[in-house]
């Protein structure tokens, strides 16, 4: 598909997107982190050199060792199923008579784990695994499509993260002692604005100067850094990297998020994930 010319975001067209993608659904200050999954596949699509460490890293979880120790020779999949299932797998790995299934994109484990998480009246999970290709090879332990069937028993080892609807959390053995996890900002009420509840300013970035002292310097200097490292970025990343550092999500509504996101932002493209933005040039 040709790229459209640039033109600047409606609102409405925002919105109309964001609710497609289930952003605006559900209690108004929860927000559901299986969206992230959906981020990571939107940014593999229009990206490619998506880093599963980099991505951890920036939504609050720990690096993962045994995906570092395998780049370059590993996969990364995705197993849909309930966190009471979840608990199970981590305690004795994947096993199954007909074989353990996992898949390279995220639809079908999103699916599947809203799916389980229905049947048992639960909630949903998604798993992460990183296979090491030394130990696994395919056409020997397991057939490779569009989807990943092993055809014996997986040990627990090869998770390496459970994402669910309230956290992203990783559950390996051991991490990457290198990657820090970035500043998750924490704000309270006072006097009817958001401020954060110790210091004022907050250091949102020490070796760069960069403090804030409301939810609101927050918001600007946490989006302005993230498409400044990205380029370009749907709106549903733009979401993630927001509420998966932001405590509590009252503190941002919906509506100043996508406030900020039609005021500094220009529509480059269309993709299934809604509009590609890039921020407008600032003076």
Known sequence: MARRA???????????????????????????????????????????????????????????????????????LWHGTSVSRAAKILEHGFAHYKGVWMAFGTSTPLGFARNRAAESEGRPAILISVIDLDVFQPGVHFDAAADV?????????????????????????????????????????KGGRWVVPSQNPATFDARQG?????ASEWLDLKLSRFFAGRGRATPLEAFCSVYANCTPTAALPRETVLDWLIEHCEVVAQSRWGPLLHMVARA
């Open 149 to 189: 069937r092993f055809r014996a028993d997986v040990p627990p080892e090869v998770v390496q993260y459970m994402l669910t609807d309230r956290e992203f959390r990783y559950v390996g053995s051991g991490r990457v002692p290198r990657h820090r996890l970035p500043a998750k900002a924490k704000f309270v009420r």
């Open 6 to 76: 640039e033109t600047k975001l409606s609102r409405r067209r925002l919105l109309r997107r964001m609710k497609a993608d289930e952003l605006l659904r559900g209690p108004k200050w929860e927000w559901d982190f299986l969206h992230i999954a959906d981020a990571y596949a939107a940014r593999q699509q229009h990206r490619g050199d998506v880093s599963l460490n980099d991505f951890a890293v920036e939504h609050g979880a720990l690096a993962s060792a045994l995906y570092e120790r395998t780049k370059g020779n590993g996969l990364v």
């Open 210 to 214: 960069l403090t804030y002292t409301t």
